[in-house]
């Protein structure tokens, strides 16, 4: 029996500069308190951060920060997040994608666009035949379909060109 190991290791950018690392003992080492509310006090290597959260969006996981009265804008990425990326699905960003592959091997079994085809976001594009289930590709983005490159009955592996916008 396999078992499933996923690291507790969360990934978090503030202000867009490169990822910081935080294991679950890292997290659980901080001397940290609640004072009140979104109040926080932060004591790390004898300096003292006050840390107020000033906004925060749980779904994507970004909140505003001040810290000693700065404002930082701050994303967390859970495991989760990075085993997605790891394992090659987007979790952001899909807007500028510029061409589709194939996620898995297949059989492409249809085409529903054209060269040149004005497609918007959420248009189903190709369906392929993988593990003996039907699977919708759908645009991630509104665009123009510049070049198909494969064609109803082919074959396809795992990172294969099928489409590209414009």
């Known amino acids: 029996m396999s078992t499933f190991f996923m690291e507790k290791s969360f990934t978090i950018k503030v202000d867009g500069q490169p990822d910081f690392h935080l294991s679950e003992d890292d997290i659980t080492a901080l001397d940290l308190l609640k004072t009140h509310g979104g109040h926080y006090h932060l004591l790390k290597d004898g300096t003292s951060y006050h840390i107020q959260v000033a906004s925060s969006n749980i779904n994507d996981r970004t909140y505003t920060l001040m810290v000693n009265g700065s404002e930082y804008q ?28 194939a996620p898995m091997p297949g059989l492409i079994l249809d085409i529903s666009v054209k060269e040149g085809q004005e497609v918007e976001e959420d248009d189903a594009l190709v369906i392929l035949e993988a593990m003996k289930m039907e699977n919708i590709i759908s645009s991630p983005r509104a665009g123009t379909i510049k070049k198909i490159a494969v064609k109803q009955g082919d074959a396809v592996d795992k990172s294969q060109l099928l489409i590209e916008f414009e």
């Open 74 to 101: 701050t994303k967390i990425n859970t495991p989760l997040d990075a085993l997605i990326q790891k394992m090659g699905f987007a979790t952001e960003g899909t807007k500028n994608i510029n061409t589709i592959v």
